[in-house]
């Protein structure tokens, strides 16, 4: 949305329900949505662009993400939980929820870029960060951590998934907390083999649902596989692990 395309401030007011509508939240100070999807090139002086409440918007996000990592990866150190931050609050994951709320259509931008059909991914990224900072002053910190923990949930998935190869415990953890409210429990069903070269057969268990287990040659790489098992098996998919005596469930 172009600044020289607004008929007035009727148009401008139904692009922000607009807006409003596609994001799921309504704003009580509208203008804090208008100050948040305004770029430099669409006003006169650069204090009233989004610049500031992008600057504010990074901090927030920066301080949900943290908040979340800690509790939700326990096992993970400082440094590892440093470089999941660093991809899921980038600029291209940014400019990926930007495109994914199709905030392009509603920024208000100068003459000149409004005639690029394509938008600066910077410029998204900036949009996703003002809108965070616009929620946060609006409704607080409840309706900002809402809006990004919504949002990045995904992103923080994809991320611990490439950063560690598949980790397939944080992964059901995040995945049960999200969808049933539980945390993943492993249960130890069998083990064979000497002493010095054991294998271990485990199967991860929601509440009172256990799943497919799997054999390991180590308890960790057992609940790994069964962790990812039961991945597959919430998800319709084929188990990577198929062990000859499968863990019935419980519910069935």
């Known amino acids: ?3 020289d395309s607004l008929s007035g401030a009727s148009d401008l007011r139904g692009d922000l329900e607009a807006c409003q509508t596609r994001i799921a939240y309504t704003f009580r100070d509208p203008q804090l949505l208008e100050a948040a999807l305004t770029h430099a090139s669409g006003v006169q002086h650069r204090l009233a662009s989004n610049e500031r409440m992008e600057f504010f918007g990074d901090a927030v996000l920066g301080m949900v993400v943290c908040e979340q990592l800690f509790h939700q990866y326990p ?5 590892e939980l440093t470089k999941i931050k660093s991809v899921v609050v980038s600029r291209e994951t940014c400019a990926r929820m930007s495109d994914a709320l199709s905030l392009d259509e509603h920024l208000i931008l100068g003459k000149g870029m409004a005639a690029d059909p394509q938008v600066p991914r910077s410029v998204l990224a900036a949009a996703f960060e003002s809108l965070v900072a616009a929620i946060y002053l609006d409704g607080g ?3 900002a951590r809402e809006f990004i923990l919504e949002h990045v949930g995904p992103e923080i998935e994809s991320a611990v998934s490439s950063e560690f190869g598949g980790n397939f415990k944080s992964l059901l953890q995040q995945l049960a907390q999200r969808e049933f409210s539980v945390t993943p ?3 130890m069903l069998d083990e064979k083999g000497p ?3 054991k294998c271990f057969k485990v199967c991860a268990q929601l509440g009172t649902r256990r799943f497919s287990a799997a054999w390991g040659k180590s308890k960790k790489e057992s609940e790994q596989r069964a962790a990812h098992n039961a991945i597959c098996q919430l998800r319709g998919e084929v188990e990577p692990y198929p062990c000859e005596e499968s863990a019935q469930e419980d519910d069935s």
């Open 1 to 3: 949305m172009s600044t």
């Open 75 to 79: 096992e993970y150190s400082e440094g």
């Open 141 to 143: 910190m409840q309706p």
């Open 185 to 187: 429990n492993y249960v």
């Open 195 to 197: 002493d010095h070269s």
